[in-house]
């Protein structure tokens, strides 16, 4: 990519905004042009320049991720904030996302994933991994879920096994969680997981969730 992204950097530890730097110094298309302590330190530097991006961490003094990211984008709507967080929980996503957030990462994403959310967000407008695509389906479910009749429960036989394993895979489990929980290898869990999108004709874990939650199979 050609175009050069002015990145920011909101975060109140030092060393941790210096490793995301320093993870995003071999990409030559990356500019980070400045790096701010809390929300109201990030504002105060984009009355002087903006950046495209902005890596927003949500816990921080004096002014929070939360509120930042709303102030952030009634003031400049084009820039895209990626939120970089350890809080994993539902209801954090689909409030960020819902108040305009670009992208919603955990701390410990490879940084891989940071760039190409960095990228995608600067091409595309958002950048949506699983995590965020299954808390918002939820969101969507619970929702609809009063008007949504069950209709293929009988069509589908699972067993014990593949059940439990659908319910780990909703709890967003990875393949390894799974096999260490249920005594299985993570090839045996995988296997069950393929049985799974072929019984329920889906193509991956949201297809799996989507199932389950029309189903009643979970809550």
């Known amino acids: 990519?050609?175009?050069?992204?002015?990145?920011?950097?909101a975060d109140d530890h030092k060393i941790f905004r210096s490793g995301v730097i320093n993870t995003l110094i071999p990409y030559e298309n990356i500019n980070v042009i400045f790096e701010a302590d809390d929300g109201q330190h990030l504002l105060d530097l984009m009355n002087q320049q903006q950046p495209d991006v902005i890596l927003m961490d949500l816990k921080m003094p004096n002014m929070d991720g939360i509120e930042a990211t709303v102030k952030v984008k009634a003031q400049y709507p084009d820039v895209k904030v990626i939120i970089l967080t350890m809080y994993e929980d539902d209801n954090f996503i689909v409030h960020l996302v819902e108040n305009g957030a670009n992208a919603y990462l955990l701390k410990n994403a490879e940084p891989e994933e940071i760039?190409?959310?960095?990228?995608?967000t600067f091409d595309k407008g958002f950048y949506f991994n699983e995590n965020v695509n299954l808390a918002l389906l939820?969101?969507?479910l619970?929702?609809?879920?009063?008007?949504?009749?069950?209709?293929?429960?009988?069509?589908?036989?699972?067993?014990?096994?593949?059940?439990?394993?659908?319910?780990?895979?909703?709890?967003?489990?990875?393949?390894?969680?799974i096999s260490e929980q249920i005594f299985l290898?993570?090839?045996?869990?995988?296997?069950i997981r393929q049985k799974l999108l072929?019984?329920?004709?889906?193509?991956n874990s949201v297809g799996i969730v989507l199932y389950a939650f029309r189903n009643g199979l979970i809550e």
């Open 1 to 9: 990519m050609a175009h050069h992204i002015k990145v920011a950097i």
């Open 115 to 120: 760039y190409e959310a960095i990228c995608t």
């Open 138 to 140: 939820k969101k969507v």
């Open 142 to 177: 619970h929702k609809t879920k009063q008007q949504i009749k069950p209709t293929l429960k009988n069509e589908v036989q699972l067993n014990d096994r593949e059940l439990e394993v659908l319910k780990l895979i909703c709890n967003e489990q990875t393949t390894q969680e």
């Open 185 to 191: 290898s993570p090839r045996t869990v995988e296997g």
């Open 198 to 203: 072929e019984k329920l004709n889906v193509k």
